[in-house]
């Protein structure tokens, strides 16, 4: 199988030494699974960032997804929040061994993308309706890292540059630091979120309408969860401030709690991705800069 140069690259940066060792085993993988499961493996899809997605073939002739990744406690996580959310709002799992990082996935036809979409209040409106499906209470709590473990990279920040940011501004740190701690501190009620719900995450189904794929799993107040397209060129503050806007209006979220985990979570995100050697961390930045209370 032949792999996407930038799949390769993010699992070496990541992973390392173990990255190198499973994408070397990558073949053995695949083809074991192909005889348990009785299925026929396509071509990895050339948009595959982390992990390895690929069509298949099942035994009875319907086309299916493969997709496969280092395993990982974050690899764990997806399967668990896939068999909590049960086909309502996300995609069908069908099977899995979270262990050996591997899950197979209903087809999602036509599966176009909700970025896709141009008229905004047209995404907002889908992106809201998918939330009120995706939300509900979740018994297996321990089973998921919570909003307040994910905060915790703030302190890995802090430990990595020795008290102090390194090329974060200091302010922002420190402002969404104590923002996220104010926020998690008055929570109320929790659900399983999806925990990454952008554009690019939320796909059609002439079956199911607008559906959910790659869930990271996380314990928190629906708030938290708001959808954005990916970043992509300039950060524009108008548009998002009116994407924020016209999200609130819609959902009837607490404003100034969605405003808050908005801000918290573009300076995080921008964390996660240096503290994995990603390169869009700035724009994340510019996007809390712009959100910023």
């Not at 999602?108 to 939300?135: C, F, M, N, W, Y």
């Not at 104010?182 to 009620?189: D, F, K, N, Q, R």
């Not at 979120?193 to 928190?220: C, F, M, Q, R, T």
Request: hydrophobic letters at 45%.
């Amino acid at each position: 199988m032949q792999l996407p140069k930038e799949l390769v690259k993010n699992i070496l940066s990541i992973y390392g030494p173990i990255g190198r060792e499973w994408l070397n085993n990558l073949p053995y993988l695949l083809s074991h699974y192909a005889k348990k499961w009785q299925l026929t493996v396509k071509d990895c899809f050339n948009n595959a960032s982390f992990n390895v997605v690929a069509e298949v073939i099942l035994d009875n002739g319907h086309y299916a997804i493969l997709k496969c990744g280092v395993p990982s406690k974050e690899f764990m996580n997806e399967v668990a929040a896939l068999q909590h959310f049960n086909g309502i709002g996300s995609v069908k799992l069908l099977d899995a061994e979270a262990g050996a990082g591997i899950m197979l996935l209903e087809r999602l036809v036509p599966g176009t993308l909700l970025e896709e979409i141009p008229d905004e209040t047209q995404r907002v409106i889908a992106s809201v309706e998918l939330i009120q499906k995706l939300h509900r209470p979740c018994q297996e709590t321990t089973q998921f890292p919570s909003l307040a473990n994910w905060f915790q990279g703030f302190q890995r920040l802090y430990q990595y540059f020795q008290g102090g940011t390194g090329p974060f501004p200091k302010l922002l740190i420190e402002r969404a630091s104590a923002i996220s701690q104010e926020l998690l501190m008055s929570m109320g009620s929790t659900v399983l979120l999806h925990g990454d719900l952008h554009y690019a995450n939320i796909l059609l189904s002439d079956e199911y309408g607008w559906v959910a794929i790659d869930p990271k799993g996380v314990i928190g107040e629906r708030e938290y969860e708001i959808p954005f397209p990916r970043l992509k060129g300039e950060i524009n503050e108008s548009v998002i401030k009116r994407r924020l806007d016209q999200f609130i209006e819609i959902s009837g979220f607490d404003r100034t709690r969605v405003w808050g985990w908005a801000f918290c979570k573009a300076v995080l995100a921008a964390w996660w991705s240096f503290e994995d050697q990603g390169e869009i961390w700035q724009p994340f930045l510019r996007c809390a800069d712009a959100l910023k209370i």
